[in-house]
């Protein structure tokens, strides 16, 4: 079955940190661009952050701009999400999401694999 596997997640402090790993299974991501969801209790999901196939384009929601840095090695096939700073309000499942033929974009939209999820915690 091919899906996407995240991990890294766990419970941290405030203003500790917590990095992400999004690896497919059963299928390479070179040719996919690669989206970081996460879902609160009680709140929609919300698009966190994407990258490009190359890597060369990256977006961020304006709540973790300057905290949160999404990046990729397709040498190791894996998708990062390294989350610095991290507040209460982070408390969520994070999903990691791949879309194919997108070229040189990224989106939060129609995604073709979906992971199961991480949780994060982010308390005292």
């Known amino acids: 079955q091919l899906q996407l596997v995240e991990s890294g997640g766990g419970l941290v402090q405030p203003g500790g940190s917590l990095r992400l790993s999004c690896a497919p299974s059963g299928f390479t991501l070179d040719y996919y661009a690669v989206s970081w969801f996460r879902q609160a209790p009680g709140k929609e999901r919300e698009g966190v952050s994407c990258i490009s196939r190359s890597g060369h384009i990256t977006n961020y929601a304006d709540s973790v701009k300057g905290r949160f840095t999404i990046s990729r090695d397709n040498a190791k096939n894996t998708v990062y999400l390294q989350m610095n700073s991290l507040k209460a309000e982070d408390t969520a499942v994070y999903y990691c999401?791949?879309?194919?033929?997108?070229?040189?974009?990224?989106?939060?939209?129609?995604?073709?694999?979906w992971g199961k999820g991480t949780l994060v915690t982010v308390s005292s």
């Open positions: 999401a791949a879309r194919q033929n997108l070229g040189q974009l990224c989106a939060y939209s129609d995604m073709h694999y």
